[in-house]
Nanobody, 120 residues
Framework: QVQLVESGGGLVQAGGSLRLSCAAS????????MGWYRQAPGKQRELVAI???????NYADSVKGRFSISRDSAKSTVYLQMNSLKPEDTAVYYC??????????????WGQGTQVTVSS
């Protein structure tokens, strides 16, 4: 079973920056897509950014131009660089991976989440 471990969350003032990391560990055959989602209190979990194994990216409109997702496939790690943070970015950020086993079974794994709080 693959585990995803996030790090890098914390408290930052508006306009500041944070960098989130998510490392996958365990028996990894293939990771197709890695991404970040977030969930603010009282709201549904939403997509922030995803990156494919080929390096294609997709961002939520609310973070375009401020956040950047990248991936180190050799380390099975995905990063989220968050700049110009706003109070509305406050949420628990979850790492997500779309994985494939050696028998071509696909499944999704989630991390435990890391809190990001942006003060005004």
């Amino acid at each position: 079973q693959v585990q995803l471990v996030e790090s890098g969350g914390g408290l930052v003032q508006a306009g500041g920056s944070l960098r989130l990391s998510c490392a996958a560990s365990g028996i990894i055959f293939s990771i197709n897509v890695m991404g970040w989602y977030r969930q603010a209190p009282g709201k549904q979990r939403e997509l922030v950014a995803i990156i494919t194994s080929g390096g294609s990216t997709n961002y939520a409109d609310s973070v375009k131009g401020r956040f950047s997702i990248s991936r180190d496939s050799a380390k099975s790690t995905v990063y989220l660089q968050m700049n110009s943070l706003k109070p509305e970015d406050t949420a628990v950020y979850y790492c997500n991976a779309a994985l494939e086993t050696s028998t071509r079974r696909t499944y999704t794994q989630w991390g435990q989440g890391t809190q990001v709080t942006v003060s005004s």
